[in-house]
């Protein structure tokens, strides 16, 4: 079991034991089963019983999740649906690459290729010219039978609002992590003191062409990762209010007929506010590690309890 889910199991069980409630842990963690007077519920990976299952179903899919928050005119990142089973059509000779050389011509040659039903920024490729796209799509239908195209938007930071029956419990912005320079130290010296050591980080140093042994110059910054994924190492920083981007999650949120989820809405570069995803299954666990334990704690309890109708 990994660091994330045995913190993510500890809260669990701390919250069984406050309400009362008997916790199994099945499955090497991956699952736990609640029981509390004469009640039971699954939790499934990160994911509660207590949204409707097709729900849950419609938010893992990017595609699907788009259709519905744009039908009802709430700003969303815009996706375009790219399937192999067009295949199985009898008749259909014209494949998809002419859908996908269009989307790409028509924003601008800059977009992101990435799984349908993807998770952790796995796989979401950031393609600028057509070789760069012919790799990533041909590398994820491969393995994906469904794969989503979308603009590529200049972002500022992402913000998960976490939303449970339509009260917002918590607004986390996530920052990429950045080193500046002091006109002093290297690129080495600089991760070295901000205790980065993702392999992702250098990868991404190294496609930026930029050499460990170089001094950064004062001032100048260069940011580390290109998702703001908290499992790939984004920063969080708890928001008290932000009213603008609350009444998208809250609409989107009701759209959906979703009860506990969270709400993934980039802040782009022009300073619109768009959702890039719904997730079904609450995960704040780099929440609870960076410094809020406790506010974490509450809100799985306070979930649970509606759930279980404690
Ligand atoms: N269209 C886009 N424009 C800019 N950045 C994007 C775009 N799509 C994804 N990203 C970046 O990639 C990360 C992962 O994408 P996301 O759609 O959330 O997939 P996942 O479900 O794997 O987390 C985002 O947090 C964001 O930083
Ligand atoms: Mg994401």
Redesign the pocket.
């Known amino acids: 079991m990994n660091e994330r889910r045995s913190v993510f199991l500890r809260i669990i069980r701390e919250v069984c034991a406050d309400l009362g409630i008997e916790c199994d842990v099945l499955s090497e963690g991956w699952i736990v089963l609640l029981q509390a007077y004469g009640r039971k519920g699954f939790i499934y990976s990160y994911s509660f019983g207590i949204n409707e299952d097709s729900a849950a179903k419609i938010c893992t899919d990017?595609y699907a999740t788009f259709l519905i928050l744009s039908q009802e005119g709430i700003p969303v990142?815009?996706y375009e649906l790219i399937y192999t089973q067009i295949y199985r059509y009898r008749g259909n000779t014209s494949g998809n690459w002419k859908k996908i050389l269009e989307f790409f011509y028509k924003h601008g040659r800059k977009?992101?290729v990435?799984?349908n039903k993807?998770?952790?920024?796995?796989?979401?490729y950031?393609v600028e010219n057509e070789v760069q796209l012919e790799k990533a799509v041909s590398d994820l239908l491969s393995d994906f039978s469904q794969i989503v195209l979308?603009?590529?938007?200049?972002?500022n930071c992402?913000y998960r609002v976490v939303v449970l029956d339509e009260k917002v419990e918590l607004i986390v912005r996530?920052d990429?992590p950045y080193i500046e320079g002091d006109g002093k130290s290297t690129i080495y010296e600089l991760l070295f003191t901000h205790d980065i050591n993702n392999p992702e980080v250098y990868e991404n140093l190294s496609r930026k062409n930029k050499l460990l042994s170089h001094i950064l110059e004062k001032g100048k910054r260069i940011y580390l990762?290109?998702?703001?994924?908290l499992?790939?190492g984004?920063k969080v920083k708890i928001i008290e209010r932000k009213p603008q981007i609350e009444g998208i999650a809250l609409r989107a949120m009701k759209a959906l007929n979703l009860r506990f989820g969270s709400v993934?809405i980039?802040e782009t570069r022009s300073n619109k506010y768009l959702i890039?995803?719904v997730?079904p299954g609450v995960t704040l666990v780099s929440v609870a590690i960076q410094g809020n334990y406790c506010k974490v704690k509450n809100i799985y309890k306070r979930a649970i309890k509606r759930w279980l109708q404690l």
């Open positions: 990017k990142v815009q977009i992101v990435k799984p993807g998770a952790s920024g796995k796989k979401v950031f979308s603009p590529f938007y200049e972002v992402e996530k990429i990762l290109q998702h703001h994924n499992t790939k984004a993934d980039i890039l995803e997730n």
